[in-house]
Structure formats: C-alpha cells, structure tokens
T-cell receptor
C-alpha cells in the first residue's frame, strides 16, 4: 500500500493562499491522489482528485509533478471556515482508502 | 435527498453490552465501509462490503461484526470483545472500481459511541 506523509499542522490567515504538500513515494501506476476535508465531529468530505499535472475545481487546485511522488493541495484565499483537517490519500487497488493523520489547518483572523 | 445516514448521533452503553450502529444509504452504491476515529487521529477501516451478502475485514475488525443483507444497509455491531469501543464511528459508501476511475467515498455524519 502506498503511504502518504503530510505535515501535522499548518497555520494561516484569512485571505491567504494555503498550500499543503503530501509525499507518496511508493505510488503505483494506476493510483489516483485524493484529498478529503474533515470538520470536527463530521464525516470527511471529498475535495479533489487527480492523476497527474493540475486539476482545478471550485474549491481547490491539485498540483502533481511528473514523477507523481508528491502532490500539493492549494486553497485560494482561505477563510475561517476552512479550518479543518485535510487528508491526502492514494487510491490503491480494491477501493480501499488509507487515511493517515492528516494536516490540521488553522485559519486565523 | 440522496445521502447516507447514521443513527443515533450519540450512543451510550454500559461495558459488556453489545451495541449496533445503523448505516443507510440511498445513493445506489454497491460498496459500503465502516471506519473508527479516535481523538486527534485519522480514520481506520473496520469492515467493508462491495456487494450484498459479502464483506471483508479491514485493519481493525477484532471485536466488531457486520451484515449486508440489503444494498442500502450496512449495520455495525460493537461486541463486548472490543476492548476499547469508545470512539467516533463513520460509515461511508462508494461505487465499485471498474464503473469509474474515481473512488469518491461519501460519508455519513457519524455516531459517537461512549461506553461507560
């Protein structure tokens, strides 16, 4: 199983761009990279998924270099409501998702 | 509204009692999952099912049991054999790989179980 490593926590201020980097050195050819967001006492929510290069949706962007050994989630102009835990996952065979500890993002006013 | 529901939101039980957590989905998903989350930790997979009447153990299945008699329902029983059952339990569902390249899991609101 491909394992992911991401920072335990990050602080930011309202209106700033936040970039959370995740490393996944053992990613397999068929694996996708997926990011989830979790607020306290709620289930995680899908944010974005990608395979290579750049993916953008209304919430975030995901940058994946050519070797795919890392990825960066970019949140533009964060607000207080973006304070949450962000999980980077590699979608391995068999539909299993392995959630690590995630990155706790604290957005300050 | 389409979605996944869990009940109850909070559950209290005495030590030594079995307890069953409900999970229902109307998303027509084939796969369903149960996770456990402890404070400050990530999610750990307990059991999963990709088709009715079939399920597989996850990373921490000991002390838990499940059934999948209907596509929409995947109840989890926390037995007295589970040594430390107090936790936040999350149920999720998804399509099965092969139908799409994506594997987005949709999560329920969770059940917080406290064993006294």
């Amino acid at each position: 199983l491909a394992k992911t490593t991401q920072p335990i926590s990050m602080d930011s201020y309202e209106g700033q761009e936040v970039n959370i980097t995740c490393s996944h050195n053992n990613i397999a050819t068929n694996d996708y990279i997926t990011w989830y967001q979790q607020f306290p006492s709620q289930g995680p929510r899908f944010i974005i998924q990608g395979y290579k290069t750049k993916v953008t949706n209304e919430v975030a962007s995901l940058f994946i270099p050519a070797d795919r050994k890392s990825s960066t989630l970019s949140l533009p102009r964060v607000s207080l409501s973006d304070t949450a835990v962000y999980y980077c996952l590699v979608d391995d065979a068999g539909n299993m998702l392995t959630f690590g500890g995630g990155t706790r993002l604290m957005v300050k006013p | 509204d389409g979605g996944i529901t869990q009940s109850p939101k909070y559950l209290f039980r005495k030590e030594g009692q079995n307890v069953t957590l409900s999970c229902e989905q109307n998303l027509n998903h084939d796969a369903m999952y149960w996770y456990r989350q402890d404070p400050g930790q990530g999610l750990r997979l307990i059991y999963y099912s990709q088709i009715v009447n079939d399920f597989q153990k996850g990373d921490i299945a000991e002390g838990y049991s499940v059934s999948r008699e209907k596509k929409e329902s995947f109840p989890l029983t926390v037995t007295s054999a589970q040594k430390n059952p107090t936790a936040f339990y999350l149920c999720a569902s998804s399509i099965v790989r092969g139908q799409s390249s994506y594997n987005e899991q949709f999560f329920g609101p969770g059940t917080r179980l406290t064993v006294l």
